[in-house]
Nanobody
Framework: VQLVESGGGLVQSGGSLRLSCVGS????????MGWFRQTARKEREFVAG????????SSADSVKGRFTISRDNAENTVYLQMNSLRPEDTAVYYC??????????????WGQGTQVTVSS
């Protein structure tokens, strides 16, 4: 399994970014996928999940109404659209597979992640 995240960068507070994650080495369209994030001071946390057929499973309270997860199974890609970004969203963002639509636990080794930095 390989997961390659991209799309991070430096953005001002209130700005937007769209993250992408391309998966390979597994049948992408069969898996629930999720986005996670980690800062230096906090454990990695679940951000949002999406079923194989494109329904959002759940999302962290801190991102509800601002972040949207989506996927394109033809491109083996899961996206995270992040709007109204805040400095506290600064983190390294990762994608991973989830066991099922109720799970918030990753099932594979982590990719390199993509850094998101939000300036105030």
């Amino acid at each position: 399994v390989q997961l390659v995240e991209s799309g991070g960068g430096l953005v001002q507070s209130g700005g937007s970014l769209r993250l992408s994650c391309v998966g390979s080495g597994f049948t992408f369209s069969s898996y629930t996928m999720g986005w996670f994030r980690q800062t230096a001071r906090k454990e990695r946390e679940f951000v949002a999940g999406i079923t194989w057929y494109g329904a959002t499973t759940s999302s962290a309270d801190s991102v509800k109404g601002r972040f949207t997860i989506s996927r394109d199974n033809a491109e083996n890609t899961v996206y995270l659209q992040m709007n109204s970004l805040r400095p506290e969203d600064t983190a390294v963002y990762y994608c991973n597979g989830l066991l099922n639509s109720e799970s918030k636990s990753a099932i594979w080794d982590w990719g390199q992640g993509t850094q998101v930095t939000v300036s105030s």
